[in-house]
């Protein structure tokens, strides 16, 4: 173990304090694509990416794959930077680490297949890892004795899991996969059609968005960004679109799937406000709070609780509240060796890139911060948070 990861491990010994309860934010919808218009630049140096646990009965909205960049924008009304947190405890992190899975407490596991780590779950069984490269990935079981199962060759790149890794949905081209995971199998898969195609400017029709539940989100995507949403329950066979038009967005379900946090449209042009959305009633909006600024969602947003959500605006990282969708918090945006999205460590805590490893921040009060290094300056990695559930 390298004298970097155990500096790293030390430092999870500090934790900060305990938050009132609120909501997270996950997944991309018109973030994504408006996310296209803004320029966009790796930096040199060691990869980095922080992927957060699945939450066990929770879902994330997402278009799930490695960090592409983020807006190099600078807002203004943020939040102060670093100060020494309280002396708590933070959860130990799982870390993977170029070509090896390192739990925390335990001997590193060899990692199967070849080509970068996209993304990495805890999962009750051990771990779902995605490898490969840019064209063609896998999905793999790892579990805790080292062993390994291919699930899913040739896995897209727009995918989403949910119910703690137990359901994967994943869309190539017009054809939209729901596939059950039972004890490193793939036992059902559903295949259906859905309208629109793909082009050499990207996909025009129907987009796999997220889940909420027992449902899909589906996006209309139309060049940039999506002109309405819809969601399908697979229960009932094939898709026929039903797009509510008034709704702008869709970031996160809650861990019920009975909600959905968006956007609609406000009552002026060009004003939206964001939405608490009932997927069982055509996304209907059940509240709303206008004037709020743009906010473009996280890919893994969402907090294990529930409660609150993470995004960008105005260049810096926002914190949302699930039960409203009101903006309640920002803090300055941070300059990473690899651009890459915040994420949550635990219910309180979430972690952003700095130019030397994490920042861990308190959803409560974004002026407590702590920084700890990254396990390596030389190899591309990725931290697992471990969550309750």
Known sequence: MTTLEDELRAAFA???????????VAGAAIERGRAVRRRQRRTAGAAFAV????????????????????????????????????????PKLDLVVGNELRP??????????????????????????????????TLWEVRADGAATPLIDSLPATYVFSAGGRVLTYQKGSSLTVAGIVAGTVPTKTTIQLPGKDGSQGRTGAELVGRAGQYVVIGNRQGIDYDGFDVWDPANGSYVPTWNHEVVGVYAATPDGRSL???????????????????AAGLRARSKVCDQPYFAAARHGLSPDGRRILGQSAGAVAIAETATGKQVAKIAATEGVWPAEPVWVDDQTFAVATE?????????????????????????WLAVALVAG
């Open 14 to 24: 500090t934790r900060v304090a305990e938050v009132p309860a609120v909501h997270d």
């Open 51 to 90: 992927v957060i646990a699945l939450v066990v009965g929770g879902t994330t909205l997402a278009k799930v794959g490695r960090p592409d960049g983020r807006p190099d924008q600078r807002g203004s009304n943020v939040a102060a930077g670093p100060t020494s947190p309280a002396p708590v405890e933070v």
């Open 104 to 137: 925390a407490g335990r001997a590193p596991i060899a990692l199967p297949g070849k080509g970068d780590v996209y993304d990495a779950v805890r999962v009750p069984a051990g771990w779902l890892v995605v490898r490969g490269d840019k064209g063609t990935r």
């Open 261 to 279: 946090i968006g956007a609609v449209k406000g009552a002026r042009d060009g004003i939206t406000c964001a939405a608490v959305l009932d997927p």
């Open 356 to 380: 030397g490893g994490i920042r861990y921040v308190d959803a409560a009060d974004p002026a407590r911060t702590r920084e700890v290094p990254g396990p390596s300056t030389s190899e591309h």
